[in-house]
């Protein structure tokens, strides 16, 4: 069956492992400092930080320096030879393995497969434009003059906003694009997801996330469908309610490659609408005009590696960066509202 052991780090050498234990360490302490002078207003240089990463670094050590028991030791090194195997048929074969996008299975296929689905989705979707060099030094240099700017003028950011959004030179890297095969798709297809981890507008696109998600969850009409459970419930009530006819139809629609459909500058105005309808004319105390400043940035400046390749997304936002799930809600939300909402019944039942 299945199992977890109780240190998956316990095959590295002593090296490796304090290497992890230093990282692991740092990230902590530097979190939690961070937190508590904010929210607390305790100083960085205070005794109990000191006191609490010496606890910290034993913690980890202990964690991270124990050894396995004999059974779980020889299990752990036959699992690692057979890791070590699977890679080396996957390298020789030159095939990739892929999660699934839905129901958490593995596929494998040919590297090609993979690339000819990849250009194909480029070219259908048209979203992207292929750069001749990498642009980091480009946005690195946009999203920090932004931020340096407003900044520096009074009442647009605070400055505990200024640190949450404000790109790191010694982290900051360039996104790159992985697929997830559609295999529940006929013909399979891809999903693209860019990994923005360390991307130079992550900060932005989070603090935007966090502060207009929220919102749209408190005023989003129609309420969406969280899950199967909540439509069956809302179904029962339908029934219940004498709605349910024999004339009564059920329709479902998907739509196809929504994050690189979105209009940008549409998507902005929209935006900007859902903000002013429901009477926002700030929010976390940072003016609209700046949030459609620091949206606009999000969407423009995003660009990633594929391969060999460097490329600017030019519609649409990018999926794997927090604000894009947002923004595309907040276009849905004025699509719903304008040809949806309007054309059904106040008891019919419309979700997403």
Known sequence: GNYIRPNRTALRSYKERVKIVQEQHEI??????????????????SNIFKQF????????????????????????QRDLQTMKLIRRKLK??????RETDKGGNLYVAHVNEFEEKAIEYRMKTGAYEELS????????????????DLHAKPNQISPQQYKKMIPSRLTVELAY??????THKNPI???????????????ISRFLDQSIRPLFDMHAQPRPIIDGGHLLRQL????????????TLFCTADITNLYTMLPQDESLKILKEFLLEHHYEKVQGV??????????????????VDGNKFYRQIIGGAMGSPFTLTLANIFMWKWEKDAICGAIGPHEIYGR
């Open 28 to 45: 902590m302490i530097n979190q939690m400092i961070l937190r508590l002078s904010e929210k607390c207003h305790i100083n960085a240089k």
């Open 236 to 247: 029962e009530q339908y029934v219940r309610n004498g709605h349910l006819k024999p004339t």
């Open 133 to 148: 060099s990498s642009p980091i030094e480009e946005i690195l240099s946009k999203v920090t003059r932004l931020l340096n």
């Open 177 to 182: 694009m992985y697929y997830n095969p559609k």
């Open 92 to 97: 020789k074969n030159q095939l990739l393995l």
């Open 287 to 304: 003016s609209i005009k700046v949030i459609l400043q620091l949206a606009d940035l999000v969407l423009k400046e995003t660009a990633f």
């Open 189 to 203: 297809t891809l999903r693209p997801i860019m990994n923005a981890i360390h991307a130079a507008t992550t900060g």
């Open 53 to 76: 990463s010496e606890r910290l670094q034993a913690c980890l050590m202990r964690h991270y320096m124990a050894p396995l028991p004999f059974i779980e030791h020889v299990r752990a």
